[in-house]
């Protein structure tokens, strides 16, 4: 028992670490532009077609919880834990070679003007809504998707169940908005 709350704690001190580093270095990688390397537009409907796959998997993994396949189950969210950190790794690469792309910018000159800022008119609040959302979710996120992943690896799956209950339908939106977010923005995409 000792040796299993040692563990515990341990995993948890990595759990509080990972959460708050995640999200600043990024944050911070954002700040960064790697000179000379041209933009890789390739990169989003890549990325967004995991956001994708993660969000199929999940849906998965819980039908094969419900079926009482265990081991499915595990390796199935091992994958989407995987897809997620390659999802991280891309989005990073991306921004670092790449302006942000302005919602509703037609002529991709890098600003609004107002004639395209009337063109999306109240629609650019729904887009906002789902990118915000979908942001500040996936921040939240991760400390859920670790603290159920601990659970399970440490055999406490009632807790792992309870904790499940919330992470599922939050990583699910986060997963499902990437996609929302990336085909709303993609028209205005630089070529």
Not at 145 to 157: D, E, I, M, P, S
Request: charged fraction near 15%; charge should be positive.
């Amino acid at each position: 028992m000792e040796v299993l709350a040692k563990k515990e704690k341990l995993y948890n001190r990595w759990i509080i670490i990972l959460s708050i580093a995640i999200p600043v270095a990024v944050a911070f990688l954002f700040t960064i532009r790697i000179p000379g390397v041209p933009r890789l537009g390739f990169l989003p409907p890549i990325y967004a077609t995991i956001n994708g796959l993660t969000a199929v998997l999940l849906i998965a993994a819980v039908i094969q919880i419900k079926k009482g396949n265990r081991v499915a189950h595990e390796n199935i969210m091992k994958i989407c834990i995987g897809l997620s950190l390659v999802f991280l790794v891309l989005y990073v690469v991306y921004h670092a070679t790449s302006d942000s792309t302005i919602f509703g910018d037609t002529n991709l000159d890098g600003e609004l003007s107002s004639a395209e800022n009337s063109s999306i008119e109240s629609f650019k609040y729904i887009y906002y809504f789902i990118l915000i959302s979908h942001i500040l979710l996936s921040i939240g996120v991760i400390p859920f998707v670790l603290v159920t992943y601990v659970r399970a690896v440490l055999g406490k799956f009632e807790m792992h169940r309870k904790i499940a209950r919330i992470t599922f339908p939050i990583w699910l939106y986060v997963a499902v908005t990437g996609v929302i977010v990336y085909f709303l923005i993609s028209p205005y995409y630089p070529a």
